[in-house]
């Protein structure tokens, strides 16, 4: 089915259904332990919905769905918005894939590897001629990065990925299926948090192993030059170039809802293209499947597994929590060490495992691994013990 | 956003300045001279026939063009515009015993539906005193198929693809090398770098306004 009502109508209904939504969630939920969760889960949903707004939204006199093409929302946003020095969407720090259909926002790591080629438009990038260098894309890259992380920190990891929202349906399975609930120990946690960094500086470093030959002109790693007959090798050569993008659990999740929809050629994701890699299909591989699944049984096990190793969460972290950028990050967790009493609930109920909101004395609590979805504040037993605020302004506050 | 605002309202004004120097930041780049043009519309209903060799094209969309004129076959479209489509430029386009319709033009690429196993000559309007190599170029169909050069399609001297004998949709492409020649002024050629770069310093500056306010009031008796 394809609508072909304007956007002009079809997007205010949109903004008017997430109020009302919103109010309406706000005005009935009656559990106060869940009322914040409760909006938090509409929030994702709605963010579901405008990150693969291409999937609900008509065409506007565009093609349904481009093959191998620039899609009709790249159009809409990326190409005839930001021209021709940004068509690949607008970077927003959540895990949503560069597809050719359904493009609102797009998942910066991709971004930062791709645009390491200064050549990105062979063999990728069909139909696009970019008119800035892979330099500066990155700087527009790490620029709203660093903005996005500045004014919400990691409240997108929280509140808006798609993968966030994946783990917290599995959690969701393990209550009702009474799954035993599992912790990792405080210096496991830690590790784990300190392993982003390695995970994305490695991916970083291998995108530009595998793309030297286009970078310096020679070739690290035999076979990564598109020359096969027909180009056939060019779907190997564009995915390696991305290297994470061949591990990221959320690439099959992605193909797959867009190809469920019909707004993805089925073809694509189920035959087989290509062999170094497992590839199955032209846009996820063997190993992508294989890291969903191990993120599904530990998920399962252990709450938001994902995104204490999620190299995008790492950099968001990065730019929100740690100094020069705390200094200035306006969205902060806050406690009063006046009115905590120790008690541990913060601890407990964290998703993450986050130990600043119990171990510090007060202040600022917020640290690289809480991801502002404010379990703790809605749990916490004492008067504005625990608030968030943006600003310096209270946002939502613990209470009695 | 509305967050945004209401900081920026519950503070000074400074910020509201800031935030002013924004959006005309904002609508400054998003300003574009455009020259006049008398440009004729085309809807998907038209049909642009080549008798001679028994073909026709038309386009799955409507557009606009300066000129079409059939020369040796061959329909030569000036200025063409496809709706939902910022590009404008020329495309010369014969069809031999098909029948073909047009879904998508860009400066460096052309897609098609073919119907009917004939012959296509296509040109993109590149210059053609600048022969381009035929690595460059690719035809690919919907199922990612990628045709052999000299076998499916062959490229000419002056930059025309000639597609033989292909059915379905098929992407005719040119990956460019290099960096295409834009005549806009620096401030538009990067203006998203320019635009991403302001709205950071703003943020940092407001941020850091907010956070001096905020440990000002704290030290307030």
Redesign the interface.
């Known amino acids: 089915m394809v609508w072909e009502v304007p956007i002009s109508i079809v997007l205010p209904l949109y903004v008017l259904a997430a109020v009302v939504g919103i109010a309406l969630i706000l005005k009935l939920s009656k559990d106060k332990t869940r009322k914040i969760s409760n909006l938090r889960f509409y929030v994702q949903v709605l963010a579901i919905i405008v990150i693969f707004m291409g999937l609900i939204l008509g065409p506007f006199d565009q093609p349904r769905w481009a093959p191998l093409g620039v899609s009709p929302r790249d159009r809409l946003i990326g190409t005839d918005f930001l021209g021709n020095q940004l068509p690949d969407g607008v970077p927003i720090p959540v895990l949503a894939c560069y597809y050719p259909n359904g493009r609102t926002v797009t998942c910066p790591i991709w971004q930062l590897q791709a645009y390491t080629f200064p050549f990105w438009n062979y063999p990728r990038g069909y139909e696009v001629i970019y008119s800035t260098t892979g330099l500066e894309k990155i700087g527009i890259v790490i620029g709203s990065l660093i903005i996005a992380a500045l004014i919400f920190g990691r409240s997108f990891c929280g509140w808006l990925c798609p993968f966030g929202l994946f783990q917290d349906v599995l959690t969701r399975i393990r209550k009702i299926t009474k799954l035993k609930h599992r912790t990792f120990s405080d210096a496991t946690n830690k590790k784990l948090g300190q392993s982003r960094y390695v995970i994305i500086a490695t991916f970083m470093i291998l995108s530009v192993i595998f793309g030297s030959y286009y970078i310096f002109g020679t070739e690290l790693i035999p076979g990564t030059i598109a020359s096969g007959p027909g180009g056939t090798e060019a779907g190997i050569v564009s995915s390696i170039n991305e290297p994470f993008c061949l591990v990221c659990p959320m690439r099959p999740l992605c193909s797959l809802v867009e190809a469920g929809i019909g707004s993805m050629n089925f073809s694509y994701i189920s035959k087989i293209v290509y062999g170094p890699f497992g590839i199955i299909g032209g846009y996820y591989s063997s190993i992508n499947l294989t890291v969903l699944a191990i993120v599904i049984i530990l998920s399962l096990n252990y709450r938001r597994f994902w995104c204490r190793i999620c190299p995008l969460g790492a950099l968001t972290g990065l730019f929100s929590t740690f100094t020069p950028f705390k200094q200035v990050a306006l969205t902060k967790l806050e406690k009063d060490a006046q009115k905590c009493t120790k008690c541990g609930i913060c601890k407990r109920a964290c998703p993450t495992q986050a130990t600043a909101v119990y171990n510090k004395k007060g202040g600022d609590v917020t640290e690289s691994k809480c991801i502002l979805c404010a379990r703790c504040v809605e749990l916490c037993p004492y008067d504005d013990a625990l608030k968030i605020t943006f600003a310096g302004k209270s946002i939502v506050a613990s209470k009695i | 956003m509305y ?2 605002v209401s ?1 920026l309202m ?2 000074n004004k400074t910020c509201l300045l800031l935030l002013i120097v924004l959006l005309l930041s904002i609508s400054l780049f998003s300003v574009k001279p455009v020259a006049a043009q008398r440009a004729t519309q085309f809807s998907t209903g038209d049909i642009f026939e080549i008798p001679a060799v028994n073909g026709s094209i038309k386009f ?3 557009g606009t063009y300066v000129s079409a004129d059939l020369v040796d076959d061959t329909w030569l479209f000036n200025n063409l515009t496809l ?4 590009f404008s430029g020329v495309l010369m386009f014969s069809a031999k015993n098909c029948n073909v319709t047009i ?2 033009f ?4 052309l ?1 098609y539906t073919v119907e009917g196993m004939g012959e296509q000559v296509i040109n993109l309007g590149l210059n053609s005193s600048i022969q381009s190599h035929v690595s460059e170029w ?1 035809v ?1 169909n ?7 050069p000299e076998k499916q399609w062959k490229l000419l001297p002056d930059n025309t693809i000639v597609v033989r004998e292909l059915l379905g ?1 098929l ?1 005719v ?1 040119r ?3 290099g ?2 020649v ?1 005549e ?1 002024p620096f401030y538009l ?5 320019i635009l ?2 302001i ?2 310093v703003i ?2 500056t407001i ?2 306004i ?2 001096l ?2 440990r000002h009031q704290r030290r307030l008796p």
């Open positions: 967050l945004l900081a519950s503070y799955s969309v409507n709706s939902g489509s910022r879904h998508m860009r400066s460096n690429s897609r690719s690919i919907q199922d990612s198929v990628f045709f052999a949709t992407t492409v990956y460019n090398y960096y295409p834009n806009d050629q990067h203006s998203i770098l991403t770069g709205t950071l943020t940092v941020a850091t907010i956070k306010k905020n």
